[in-house]
Nanobody
Framework: QVQLVESGGGLVQPGGSLRLSCAAS????????LGWYRQVPGKQRELVAG???????NYANSVEGRFTISRDNAKNTVYLQMNSLKPEDTAAYYC???????????????WGQGTQVTVSS
């Protein structure tokens, strides 16, 4: 079966750093676009950072310049390096893997279980 397992969350002080990891199995990892999303209670899950199968990246305005998404296809792992963390970054962070081929009516995605990031003094 397909599994995406996040790790690296925890408690950090404002201004600190964390690196999240998401290890995937059961998919041809290199073919999937990957994303990190976050969600706080009462709000919609939002895209934080994405990376395509070709390595192009995009970021939410709120994290641009502070977060970096990267992927290691040899390890079937996507990372989110988070620097200069702010209290408003506190959320459950989820990784997502998606492959979409419109010509063949394929649009499949998978979610991890999430990892909690808390930024507080």
């Amino acid at each position: 079966q397909v599994q995406l397992v996040e790790s690296g969350g925890g408690l950090v002080q404002p201004g600190g750093s964390l690196r999240l990891s998401c290890a995937a199995s059961g998919i041809i990892f290199r073919l999937y676009a990957l994303g990190w999303y976050r969600q706080v209670p009462g709000k919609q899950r939002e895209l934080v950072a994405g990376i395509t199968s070709g390595g192009s990246t995009n970021y939410a305005n709120s994290v641009e310049g502070r977060f970096t998404i990267s992927r290691d296809n040899a390890k079937n792992t996507v990372y989110l390096q988070m620097n200069s963390l702010k209290p408003e970054d506190t959320a459950a962070y989820y990784c997502n893997a998606r492959i979409a081929i419109r010509e063949w009516r394929i649009d499949v995605g998978y979610w991890g279980q999430g990892t909690q990031v808390t930024v507080s003094s």
